[in-house]
């Protein structure tokens, strides 16, 4: 008997033109200090449909929304999604640096992943719901933005 051991196809992701620019440049910054997570983003970014800032639902996941998820592993989450110098976890605020931060970027709600931890353990995730970052948050928050190159390579 055959057994179907076909690696999962990723779903269709979106994400706006703005997030694209500026997690493009943050995985560039950290090419050298986080290869893993860098390249893990990119294959992200490179995948993701590119569509023009306002056209991006607001049941997508970008950068600042606050996604609610079960994993596989059992009780539903909620976290928000954050450049790394704004992580906390403790707050629920993930980076998109993290393996389930890179996996949540462009997903809607209804849509699975697997994605792979950092221990190399594979995961699933369901997005049950996404609340968009507000406008303040969008347009002037300087805290989404990513750290300027010589402030990152500090981090």
Known sequence: MLHNTRTPSKPKIRISQSDHERLSALASTFATRNPEASDELLAEL?????????????????????????????????????????????????????????????????????????DGRKHELLVLGVSKPSAEEIDGDQSLAPPPPAVAASL
């Open 46 to 118: 490179e995948r993701a449909r590119v569509v023009a800032d306002g056209w991006v639902s607001s049941g997508t996941v970008r950068m600042g929304s606050t996604v609610t998820f079960k994993p596989d592993s059992g009780d539903r989450k909620t976290v928000t999604l954050v450049y790394p110098g704004e992580a906390d976890i403790s707050a629920g605020k993930v980076s998109i640096l993290t393996p389930i931060g890179t996996a949540l970027i462009g997903l809607s709600a209804g849509q699975s992943i697997m994605w792979t931890a950092r």
